[in-house]
């Protein structure tokens, strides 16, 4: 007997109990979106899953009227992976911060992405620590000035869309939480995908680092410090008026459009290119040069076999070449000893 997938709504995604993240933090734009997008994917509640670590995002998982593991510090990846191996059918997303999936989690985040395991990462970047009250974090400009950098940071910052290309994402996207229109678009998007999703997501912290992205979240000036990326699209912004060119082979540079509209002069945007030489420099945009704009969307978006579509198979393989396993043959298949007494253990015991 089959069962079909009830009709869902926003609120049945809402579970009862306080939001505690401070007035004016970025995650509640974040949280309403992620409620918002949870019913059009038609997935049922309990086969959904959210992951988090340590941090102000790592929060996310109790705001969540799904199934939830709150972790410890940058291991929501490897738990994670191992509720995605023993059941790969559940959707599996994963909330982490700068400091969380970047510091102390960013060799488990880097191996949970090149494995290209089926799994949906959202990095809230607020360039701070801010749970612990606000120290800099992998992501924080250098000069930065905090708790534990008094005299400003000497660090060059991570560049998040670089990590995640660099560890060979099969799909990575940029929003921020002044947009939520464009930030549900680019979950949805993640959601869709087969495969290792990675979405940062530009957020304020009011509290220890006002500002952080002022220029890319202002309403007065996001439409003209963004790129908002559209497959097939030439890479215009600032009502269209300016692109981004390629002059010297992969050098970005700015051009100011013609009034002919012949766009045939820019860079034109495509996530699906197997070659990921070009969604890394458009990952770059703004980020070490801030005279140009940053990109907002989905920057590289490819189809390759999971980590459990290649394990489940290889285990098909290795039963239908060996047979089912003995446990107690493959205890007993080498030399065994009994400690202390120097001498082989008695296999007959």
């Given at each position: ?48 899953v959210f992951i988090s670590g340590i ?162 979240l202002n309403k007065e000036t996001k ?97 239908n070449k060996y047979g089912e396993g ?24």
């Amino acid at each position: 007997m089959t069962t079909e997938t009830p009709v869902l709504t926003k609120k049945d995604f809402v579970p009862e109990g306080d939001v505690k993240w401070c007035p004016g933090c970025g995650d509640y734009s974040i949280l309403s979106s992620v409620q918002t997008i949870m019913p059009t994917l038609g997935v049922a509640k309990e086969n959904i899953v959210f992951i988090s670590g340590i941090g102000c995002s790592s929060r996310f998982p109790y705001y969540m009227a799904t199934y939830g593991f709150h972790t410890i510090h940058g291991r929501a990846p490897t738990v994670a992976s191992g509720v995605k191996i023993a059941n790969p059918d559940l959707t599996l997303w994963l909330v982490t911060g700068d400091g969380d999936g970047l510091s102390i989690g960013g060799n488990h985040t880097m191996h949970a992405i090149r494995r290209n395991m089926d799994i949906k990462i959202l990095l809230f970047n607020n360039r701070i620590y801010g749970l612990t009250k606000g120290q800099y974090s992998p992501t924080s400009e250098q000069g930065k000035v905090t708790k534990t950098s008094v005299m400003g940071s000497i660090d060059r910052p991570i560049n998040p869309i670089s990590f995640a290309i660099a560890s060979g994402a099969t799909f990575v996207a940029r929003t921020s939480a002044a947009n939520p229109k464009q930030m549900q678009d680019t979950l949805k998007a993640a959601a869709e995908h087969k495969g290792t999703a990675f979405v940062e997501i530009f957020q304020n912290c009011n509290i220890f680092n006002d500002g952080a992205f002022a220029k890319y979240l202002n309403k007065e000036t996001k439409d003209s410090e963004n790129i908002y990326l559209e497959t097939g699209k030439p890479l215009l912004f600032n009502l269209d008026q300016q692109g981004i060119a390629l002059e010297s082979g992969i050098n970005p540079r700015l051009v100011a459009e013609s009034n002919t509209g012949d766009t045939s002069k820019f860079l034109v945007h495509n996530p699906n290119n197997e070659d990921a030489t070009m969604a890394y420099l458009i990952g770059q945009l703004g980020i070490e040069d801030t005279s140009k704009p940053t990109a907002m969307g989905v920057i590289r978006a490819v189809r390759k076999p999971t980590y459990e579509e290649m394990l489940y198979a290889q285990e098909k393989e290795a039963l239908n070449k060996y047979g089912e396993g003995d446990l107690k043959k493959l205890i007993y298949s080498g030399d065994l000893w009994n400690v202390g007494a120097g001498e082989p253990a008695n296999l007959d015991g």
